[in-house]
T-cell receptor
Framework: DSGVTQTPKHLITATGQRVTLRCSPR?????VYWYQQSLDQGLQFLIQYYNGEERAKGNILERFSAQQFPDLHSELNLSSLELGDSALYFC??????????????FGEGSRLTVL | QQQVKQSPQSLIVQKGGISIINCAYE??????FPWYQQFPGKGPALLIAIRPDVSEKKEGRFTISFNKSAKQFSLHIMDSQPGDSATYFC??????????FGPGTRLSVLP
């Protein structure tokens, strides 16, 4: 158990809809990262928050947004969903702000299926 | 320049054999190279990591070999076991920067 909690584990929705994925980082970790993993694809970095502030942005679509709350949990909002958004979405956390300032601890992911 | 290349995409090894996965990078600012292991249905987990001040790091059956001049590093799994069957990701980072992950290698160890 990595200590990172993601909900929901599975989500099935229709095109055009909006969903919210939630992540609780490990106790003491200040950074939260969101990654997308599509079938047979690697880990695509979406966005990172550090202590409530956006720290880095990767290949995140404009239809997607995220935030980190004062209690350090984070939410990833996906809107106007398309079939291609079907993927595993991972949250990871680390103590520091990035890179080798801390090991990444991954949650078990939220599997999104868009029909 | 931010990419990390990884090969092979998939690998099948007999039980007891050696599994070798290779990665290459371009960014000379990278100075931390972890490997993550991901089992089906689970999130990736840190397996082993190396910094460029050493050429090799061994933890049990897992060894990272690092060639700074060639900008390459590899993961060797000795005496591979069916329980090692997973997807392996190499990654690289520099101070204060996010990890850049390779595309992954799916390892299957046959009993």
């Amino acid at each position: 158990d990595s200590g990172v909690t993601q909900t929901p584990k599975h989500l099935i929705t229709a095109t055009g809809q909006r969903v919210t994925l939630r992540c609780s980082p490990r106790s003491g970790d200040l950074s939260v990262y969101w990654y997308q993993q599509s079938l047979d694809q690697g880990l695509q970095f979406l966005i990172q928050y550090y202590n409530g502030e956006e720290r880095a942005k990767g290949n995140i679509l404009e239809r997607f947004s995220a935030q980190q709350f004062p209690d350090l949990h984070s939410e990833l909002n996906l809107s106007s969903l398309e079939l291609g958004d079907s993927a595993l979405y991972f949250c990871a956390s680390s103590v520091g702000a990035g890179g080798h300032t801390g090991e990444l601890f991954f949650g078990e992911g939220s599997r999104l299926t868009v029909l | 320049q931010q990419q990390v290349k990884q090969s092979p995409q998939s690998l099948i090894v007999q039980k007891g054999g050696i599994s070798i996965i290779n990665c290459a990078y371009e960014n000379t600012a990278f100075d931390y190279f972890p490997w993550y292991q991901q089992f089906p249905g689970k999130g990736p987990a840190l397996l082993i990591a190396i910094r460029p001040d050493v050429s090799e790091k061994k933890e049990g059956r897992f060894t990272i070999s690092f060639n700074k001049s060639a900008k390459q590093f590899s993961l060797h799994i000795m005496d591979s076991q069916p329980g090692d069957s997973a997807t392996y990701f190499c990654a690289a980072s520099s101070y204060g920067q996010n990890f850049v992950f390779g595309p992954g290698t799916r390892l299957s160890v046959l009993p």
